[in-house]
């Protein structure tokens, strides 16, 4: 198949909704990541996806739409809190998982009875769901197990061939998905996936907020989990990774003592002064993280590295969001000094 590029004019926006209309599978810039899109209602084209990414099929995908007051033909039983915070979050990074409508297909729920449902503030991306009419099923655009993209080229790095185009619009302004939450009662929200709408920030709004545990740890096997992506090995390069919890000092011991072929780190902005190993950087507070980690990650593959020590975020506010990709990364292999 031919994959054809496409900007964000809009006569190649139209040319995008059609291909979603007539049940193609386009890869869609938003401002967590690149979204692999396709109307959330045909069967046929979610199948395509899953099939793109090489996805567990029991792994749900998100429906986008252009507003949240369309989130009434999709979901039922929408709780009051859950109006509360889209009025407060979308659009945006926010996912609100909720008992789906009939008209969501099982194939896109991955089996379940529910829906996580997001209001995309990209403009690329709400002006391609106003133009196509429909709900547009994204999970992010990369083979499933890899890094998230956050450009058109690392999209069609790991979909050319393999789905009708992909829309060039610009680099994702937060680099990690959405903040993907499920409601307990009236008053609870409970995170799923940690992004960039933080604990803190829900808590504006919800009485209480719980972290599930599967965040920051592994899932046993066999454990029944809140949300089937927890169970998955996710975000990761080729490279080995391994979280290092430590100072800097800490940090450059374990580095400086490996003398192995192929090692690299991954540091902060500002670790660089006389560090004596290969390394990249990725930012220096929570959001340049977010904003460079999965980059960074396929650079370290581009060239070559075969073992990388990262230098373990901070977990306040938006870095939960960067530990958990990165833990997950690692497979979970921490060196704690
Ligand atoms: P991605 O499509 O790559 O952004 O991943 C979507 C994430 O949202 C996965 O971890 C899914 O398991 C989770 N998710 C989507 N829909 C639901 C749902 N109905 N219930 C629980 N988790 C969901
Ligand atoms: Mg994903």
Do not use: W
């Amino acid at each position: 198949m031919f994959t054809e590029l496409l900007n964000d004019t809009e006569a190649d926006l139209i040319k995008a909704a059609d291909y979603i209309k007539s049940g193609k599978v386009v890869g869609i810039p938003t401002e967590t990541v690149y979204g692999l899109g396709a109307d959330a209602a045909n069967e046929s084209a979610v199948r395509a996806v899953f099939e793109a990414k090489g996805r567990p099929a029991d792994n749900p995908l998100i429906v986008h739409l252009a507003s949240f007051s369309d989130a009434d033909n999709y979901a039922k039983d929408i709780p009051d809190l859950a109006r509360k915070l889209a009025e407060r979050f979308c659009p945006g990074p926010l996912t609100m998982v909720m008992p789906k409508m009939d008209n969501i297909p099982y194939v896109t729920s991955g089996g379940l009875e529910t829906v996580g449902i997001r209001v995309p503030s990209h403009s690329v991306m709400h002006r391609i769901i106003e133009l196509s009419g429909t709900a547009i099923a994204a999970p992010s655009a990369n083979t499933s197990g890899y890094p998230s993209p956050t450009t058109a080229q690392h999209v069609m790095r790991d979909m050319n061939g393999k789905i009708s185009a992909v829309v060039d619009g610009g680099q994702s302004e937060f680099g990690v998905e959405s903040t993907v939450i499920s409601f307990d009662d009236e008053e609870t929200a409970r995170i799923l996936r940690p992004g960039a709408v933080t604990r803190e920030m829900l808590l504006e709004i919800c009485k209480n907020v719980i972290i599930d545990p599967a965040i920051l740890k592994e899932v046993e096997a066999g454990a029944k989990v809140a949300s089937p992506g927890m169970k998955y090995k996710h975000y990761s390069p080729k490279a080995d990774i391994i979280m290092v919890e430590s100072d800097l000092a800490g940090f450059n011991r374990v580095v400086g003592n490996d003398y192995d072929n192929g090692v690299y780190a991954l540091i902060f902005d500002g670790d660089e002064a006389d560090c004596p190993y290969r390394h990249l950087t990725y930012g220096a507070d929570s959001a340049q993280q977010a904003h460079l980690l999965f980059q960074r990650l396929r650079e370290l593959d581009e060239i070559g590295a075969e073992k990388v020590y990262v230098r373990s975020p901070s977990t306040e506010g938006m870095g939960l969001a960067v530990y958990n990709r990165l833990i997950r990364a690692a497979g979970f292999e921490v060196i704690r000094i």
